[in-house]
């Protein structure tokens, strides 16, 4: 492999890796606000003990994609130098309001969750779990204004070879912003919705429930079944933006390579460069044009009008139906889980659907790497589209130098994900459960008291 191929392959691993935690992190900030504010409200200690567990979820969950994210960061300057010297005077300032405004209220502010029980008053803590909700949020708002500008540029001014800005609120809620934040904020929801159902079952399979996993499992239901139909309107409208801005991007995603109209939507095909077409295509007559153009004779451009300007056609091709895919069992599961419920408790579910809804915990996972890899893969040939072509802004340095880097961070990254599965997993199966128990029985004494 040539040294630009590693080097977009170290950083695709740096960020699949770094990506999952925050993934995690944003929706479930604003679930344990939730449950903090219903202990507050009826002193029911089964939302504190549920708080007090899902607070080390989201500690974990912090600690290492702050971690992964430094570790990000250091590859601007040793892979793509470039990429700083260009367009720096965009990147330096959108990422320092996100330290500012948004890092340093998380971290700051999860202390006190961690360790202000009963040091701090209960209206503090509420507002600490705000203050990190928020600060999760932020953070999701400034690097995806970053990132959506890379995809959608406007409000800037080339000089000399770099990049200035030339209007702030232009350049933040740029054309693709609105629909990615909002389809990001989405994934999360849909990623935690889906660890609380999975944990909850997971705990229910193993005898070892908590007082507060039958509230949860029903809570991530809820959240899935209200979150899915939303994440596919959010969806639409995303997809409409692309074909307006990236067509290119859209053609490989549906496999189009020839302008046309009434254009099939593909179930199954496997695109082949080469030929420049598709072999065993599976297709619904008219379908992808009435979904991008809402016309069923509404016409797509092929990539073969964006010969040498088009991005790989296989991994946007497949990571896209992977990405619906896992959207349609996340649809599925909530919907009929919920119906299965409404005349049973949730230890009454049938076992093999518990067992399905276990192996659905880190589903939001895999939905979100899929998607991620569409729209980055999808900007190539161009770091900035349509602007900055990727090979212009990498470094010198050897292939060989990062192949033994890039081995080593995929050996790490491999363990540590390992390590982060078998800590959760341990933690719902209580052992740890002491510790768990002793604050909220505390906190029951105190009430009654």
Not at 87 to 97: D, E, I, K
Not at 173 to 195: E, I, M, Q, W
Not at 200 to 215: E, H, M, R
Not at 250 to 261: N, R, Y
Request: proline letters at 5%; a positive charge.
């Amino acid at each position: 492999m040539d040294a630009l191929l590693l080097a977009r392959l170290q950083f695709a691993a740096n960020i699949s890796f770094h990506i999952l935690f925050p993934t995690i992190t944003i929706a479930l900030g604003w679930v344990l606000l939730f449950l903090r504010w219903r202990w507050v409200r009826s002193r029911d200690t089964v939302w504190l003990e549920a708080y007090r567990f899902w607070t080390k979820v989201f500690a974990l969950s912090f600690a290492l994609g702050v971690v992964s994210g430094i570790t990000m960061s250091f590859q601007f300057g040793t892979n793509w130098p470039g990429f700083m010297e260009k367009v720096g005077n965009v990147a330096g300032p959108l990422l320092g309001y996100e330290v500012l405004t948004a890092f340093f209220l998380e971290a700051s502010f999860l202390g006190v969750m961690l360790f202000g029980h009963d040091k701090v008053s209960e209206r503090v803590h509420l507002i600490a779990t705000a203050l990190v909700a928020i600060g999760t949020t932020l953070s999701a708002f400034w690097i995806l204004s970053l990132n959506s500008w890379m995809q959608t540029p406007q409000g800037f001014e080339i000089i000399a070879g770099e990049f200035h800005v030339k209007d702030w609120s232009a350049l933040i809620f740029n054309p693709s912003f609105p629909y990615r934040l909002t389809h990001k904020l989405l994934a999360s929801g849909l990623t935690v919705a889906f660890l609380i159902a999975g944990l909850s079952a997971w705990q229910l399979l193993k005898g070892c429930a908590k007082d507060y996993t039958a509230p949860m499992l029903r809570l991530g239901l809820w959240m899935g079944a209200l979150l899915i139909p939303l994440q596919i309107l959010v969806g639409d409208l995303h997809g409409l933006n692309t074909l307006k801005h990236q067509p290119a991007k859209i053609a490989a995603m549906e496999g189009v390579w020839d302008t046309a109209k009434g254009v099939p939507l593909l179930l199954f095909a496997v695109p082949d460069e080469a030929s420049r077409s598709n072999a065993l295509e599976v297709g619904i007559p008219k379908l992808a044009s009435l979904i991008l153009t809402h016309d069923a004779n509404g016409e797509i451009r092929g990539l073969n009008e964006f010969i040498g300007e088009h991005p790989p056609v296989a991994p946007l091709f497949y990571g896209f139906r992977v990405m619906v895919g896992i959207g349609m069992l996340m649809l599925g599961f909530s919907w009929l889980s919920l119906w299965l419920l409404r005349r049973r408790m949730p230890a009454d579910l049938p076992r093999f659907w518990l067992r399905g809804l276990a192996l659905m915990s880190f589903s939001g996972w895999v939905a979100t790497l899929a998607g991620w890899y569409v729209t980055e893969i999808g900007r190539q040939p161009f770091v900035v589209y349509g602007l900055l072509r990727t090979a212009d802004v990498a470094s010198s340095t050897p292939a060989p130098t990062i192949a033994w880097s890039l081995a080593a961070y995929v050996t790490l990254y491999l363990a540590l994900l390992f390590s982060y599965v078998m800590v959760i997993k341990q933690m719902a199966e209580g052992r740890s459960g002491k510790a768990d128990a002793g604050p909220a029985k505390e906190a029951e004494k105190k009430v009654m008291a």
